[in-house]
């Protein structure tokens, strides 16, 4: 008579607690978020980009060589590489390298600076309008049309022409001609919010409306706002630059990439690379800054799949089958 082995094989032996309880548990909102952020080549390629400035701007005066409203009328218009001008001098003499340094400052300031603003503005606009309705978002939204239908540019050049090209200035009205997108994207996820059941569940317990609004569907709506805020910064970045080039921005000695822009424009022929240098400068960072947002709006679609490299595959498989065995 056989004897019945009792002992469990080894092929049927009890997973491993810690690996079952690691597979089993739910990886956080934030980690999926970065973990497809990361496989986008563009958007941390822009990440990079950004963080590479923004390390330029804040560490400016240990950065660049010489001061940046140095004038000196005997080196103007030098080469590059010339007396230690990693890019020359402009007309007046000015280090060009310097001048692009601080002028890093200015451009990334304004840059986020309006965009945290016209964002503020437009979620409060956006979030009122569309948790509460009736005449409230009527009003809310025909005041939205009337800003859409005025021509925006000629507005900020008439109230610079007015109040005059102060630094201040041209953050107030870039931020408040500029949140009117912001504004109807949040009023549209707030219309879906509102309809959900934990709205519900909130107003049954006795939250209030604002305790609602700034606890729960803000909280829910804002990946789209994070999205529309990188696009923002790029275009206050452009909007900044148009208006320095029609000489209603940044005035001296203060200096941005569109002010050393509108200065190059007189001295084409001579050297070129005055506009060059600036105009790169803008593009680099607008482009890096669109595919940041890029990079956030396919990390944040849930049909947007993360692409695994075959090597991650395979050690995915044997711990899967450490565990099984």
Not at 42 to 53: Q, T
Not at 63 to 81: E, M, V
Request: glycine share 8%.
């Amino acid at each position: 008579m056989t004897e019945l082995n009792l002992e469990p094989s080894l092929g049927h032996s009890q997973p491993d607690t810690a690996a079952s309880k690691t597979a089993d548990r739910p990886q956080s909102t934030w980690l999926v978020f970065w973990r497809k952020f990361s496989h986008n080549k563009f958007a941390m390629a822009g990440l990079v980009i950004l963080v590479f400035f923004i390390i330029v701007a804040i560490l400016a005066k240990m950065i660049a060589p010489f001061d940046p409203t140095h004038i000196d009328l005997l080196s103007a218009n030098l080469r590059a590489g010339t007396d230690g001008h990693i890019l020359g001098t402009d007309e007046l003499g000015r280090d060009i390298f310097s001048r692009l340094v601080f002028s890093s400052q200015i451009s990334l300031v304004v840059g986020f600076a309006v965009a945290v603003a016209a964002v503020f503005i437009g979620s409060i606009v956006g979030a009122v309008s569309g948790y509460f309705g009736g005449i409230i978002d009527t009003i809310f939204m025909r005041i939205v049309d009337v800003m859409n239908s005025l021509p925006l540019l000629f507005i900020n050049i008439l109230v610079l022409s007015i109040f005059g090209s102060k630094f201040e200035y041209m953050i107030l009205i870039l931020s408040l001609t500029g949140w009117m997108g912001v504004a109807r994207l949040v009023r549209g996820v707030f219309l879906q919010l509102r309809e959900m059941q934990y709205v519900e569940a909130a107003k049954a317990i006795g939250v209030s409306s604002w305790g609602i609004i700034f606890r729960h569907l803000l909280r829910n709506a804002s990946f789209p706002i994070i999205v529309n805020a990188t696009l923002m910064v790029g275009s206050a970045i452009l909007s900044e630059s148009a208006l320095s080039f029609l000489g209603l921005g940044i005035q001296a000695p203060l200096t941005s990439w569109g002010v050393m822009l509108s200065n190059a424009q007189e001295f084409m022929l001579v050297d070129p690379m005055l506009a060059v240098y600036p105009g790169l400068c803008i593009l680099i960072v607008v482009l890096a800054v669109n595919f940041i947002g890029d990079g956030i709006r396919d990390a944040l679609d849930p049909r947007h799949k993360v692409m695994i490299s075959r090597r991650r595959l395979d050690k995915w498989r044997e711990d899967y089958y450490k565990s099984e065995i």
